[in-house]
């Protein structure tokens, strides 16, 4: 199977700890997203990648957050200070840019912030 | 109002019924709409995408677009209980000629297909 994957697939952790989330996207797609979603709600973008630019962040992504994406390939998403506000499942997406957005979600991974 | 409307919930239907799904956006520069299901506890999967006004089928799943109205639906031909999800509807804008990269989403609607 070569859709896009996530790790971990699920995190607990306790308020005040950083956490690092990791994407895979389908080989050959440009593009990344990160979207975070919680119960009852439709994802709400965070933020993208053409490539290894990072070309939009949304105002949900505080200073708490940040997303890298070296050499254009995998990425990671990083919360430090997390607070119980940050649990959510956070999802990743790729799509192959260029006019083609249909885009593809991983599995997800669903933080827990105690 | 909210960029991304869907109607409200849950919509439910007796196996073999017509499922039909509603989504309004504000955005008149968008371009592409999607339609994702999600089951409980996974994540969003692709049921189809829509691009140009009138209708779009595969299989069970006919896509609807009315840009002028801005309106986009999804009809599901004899349901059957493993339709049981929630339907999110999203929408793409363009600026410039090129796609603005995010997808804007609706609150989704839960739907559920009874025996």
């Known amino acids: 199977d070569t859709g896009v994957s996530q790790d971990p697939r699920h995190k607990i952790t306790k308020r005040g700890q950083n956490v690092t989330f990791r994407c895979d996207p389908i080989s050959e797609h440009n593009r990344l997203y990160w979207y975070r979603q919680t119960l009852g709600q439709g994802p709400e973008f965070l933020t993208y990648f053409q490539n290894e630019a990072q070309l939009e962040k949304s105002r949900l992504l505080s200073d708490r957050f940040s997303a890298e994406r070296p050499k254009g390939s995998f990425s990671t998403l990083e919360i430090q200070r997390t607070e119980q506000g940050d649990s959510a499942m956070y999802l990743c997406?790729?799509?192959?840019?260029?006019?083609?957005?249909?885009?593809?979600f991983g599995p997800g991974t669903r933080l827990l912030v105690l | 109002q909210k960029e991304v409307e869907q109607n409200s919930g849950p919509l439910s239907v007796p196996e073999g019924a017509i499922a039909s799904l509603n989504c309004t956006y504000s955005d008149r520069v968008s371009q592409s709409f999607f339609w994702y299901r999600q089951y409980s506890g996974k994540s969003p999967e692709l049921i189809m995408s829509i691009y140009s006004n009138g209708d779009k089928e595969d299989g069970r799943f006919t896509a609807q677009l009315n840009k002028a109205s801005q309106y986009v639906s999804l009809l599901i031909r004899d349901s059957q209980p493993s339709d049981s999800a929630t339907y999110l509807c999203a929408v793409n804008s363009w600026r410039g000629g090129t796609s603005y990269g995010k997808l804007t989403f609706g609150q989704g609607t839960i739907l559920t297909v009874h025996p």
């Open positions: 997406a790729s799509s192959l840019g260029a006019g083609k957005e249909t885009q593809y």
